[in-house]
């Protein structure tokens, strides 16, 4: 009998677990879900709109900015912070890189992408000052961040827009590579994109800096006890945050072909939106890259797919709300259940 029990109890073990495959994969099923119902509601003349070639192209080529945004914001959300100057700095940035990238000055293109990013780690580093050493709330330290870079993108700007940028500069937006007519192109958004979501994946998964990002979203306390730095990782995280958040405006400058005050607005709520749809926990120490992407991809499949119904942004805006309520709510009840 005590063999059969044992061998119950390992069938049992080894048996298929519905409740760990809709955590793992749940985000990623509910994507393709998506993509179907929106790839059959477009159907036209036999042919869906949606999976066209040019369309599926575009949806990433427009997810790019956000979602390079969204990949540093979830370093920031597991270690239990939150960054809401991603909008303003991506405004800011751009603008000083296309005043330094502008056609009349003649200067390299590289020069215009030194600055931007060493502005962006420059700023993130700020943020994570305040919240490390100053012990500044993150919503507050980030918050006032995001006033104030956006107030000194207008005034170096005086409020309009910086534009005759080289062609070199417009390249790392407009470009694209392995160009084969209209049938096949890859367009340089959206490599960097992806260069920034593999760089990504490397540090949290495989590096010391991803494990003490965990640990700091998992337990502050204990990291610190384990000899983890925290003030210094902080800092460095934000750090990374304000990095990709350099590399996403020089994106969206070269792209609109103008360095614009006003640009990114809203941007840093996407971009927590897509960590959290992709099942980031906002209380700290969960988090993955490829759910982030794949969250990064659902509102920009949503937004294309609504546009290409004729739906109005407004209802765009209202679902975009409601999904995120959602991932929040199963995110509390999913840590309520461990605790």
């Not at 409740?19 to 985000?27: D, E």
């Not at 049938?183 to 959206?190: E, L, Q």
């Not at 990291?223 to 730095?229: E, L, P, Q, T």
Request: charged residues 10%; glycine residues 12%.
């Amino acid at each position: 009998m005590s063999n059969e029990a044992s061998a119950s109890a390992g069938t049992k073990k080894t048996g298929f677990d519905v409740k760990a495959f809709i955590s793992k994969w749940g985000i990623f099923l509910i994507f393709i879900g998506m993509c179907i119902v929106i790839a059959i509601l477009t159907i036209d003349n036999g042919v869906s709109i949606f999976l066209k070639f040019r369309n599926i192209v575009n949806v990433l080529r427009q997810s790019s900015v956000i979602g390079i945004i969204a990949l540093g914001v979830t370093f920031v959300i597991i270690t239990g912070g939150i960054d809401l100057s991603s909008g303003s700095l991506v405004a800011m940035i751009g603008s000083i890189a296309a005043m330094v990238a502008r056609e009349v000055y003649g200067l390299p293109m590289f020069l215009a992408v030194v600055v931007a990013i060493a502005l962006g780690l420059l700023a993130g580093g700020i943020n994570g000052t305040l919240t490390a050493k100053f012990k500044i709330p993150p919503f507050i330290a980030t918050l006032g961040m995001m006033v104030s870079a956006r107030g000194v993108g207008y005034l170096v700007t005086n409020g309009r827009p910086v534009d005759n940028l080289s062609d070199s500069f417009q390249f790392l937006g407009q470009g694209t590579i392995l160009n084969f007519g209209r049938n096949f192109f890859i367009p340089i958004p959206v490599l960097i994109f992806l260069a920034a979501i593999l760089l990504s994946h490397f540090l949290l998964s495989s590096t010391r800096f991803g494990k003490y990002t965990s640990a700091l979203g998992g337990n502050e306390q204990a990291a610190y006890i384990c000899g983890v730095n925290v003030d210094r990782h902080k800092i460095m995280v934000y750090a990374y945050a304000g990095f990709l958040t350099s590399i996403a405006a020089v994106v969206l400058t070269s792209r609109v072909s103008a360095g614009q005050p006003s640009a990114g607005i809203m941007y840093e709520l996407d971009a927590i939106a897509s960590a959290v749809i992709g099942g980031t926990s906002l209380q700290g120490g969960i988090g993955t890259i490829g759910g982030t992407v794949v969250g990064t991809l659902i509102i920009g499949v949503m937004n294309n797919g609504l546009d290409l119904l004729g739906v109005s942004s407004y209802w765009q805006q209202i679902m975009k709300g409601v999904i995120i309520i959602v991932a929040v709510i199963i995110d509390t009840m999913r840590n309520r259940g461990k605790k």
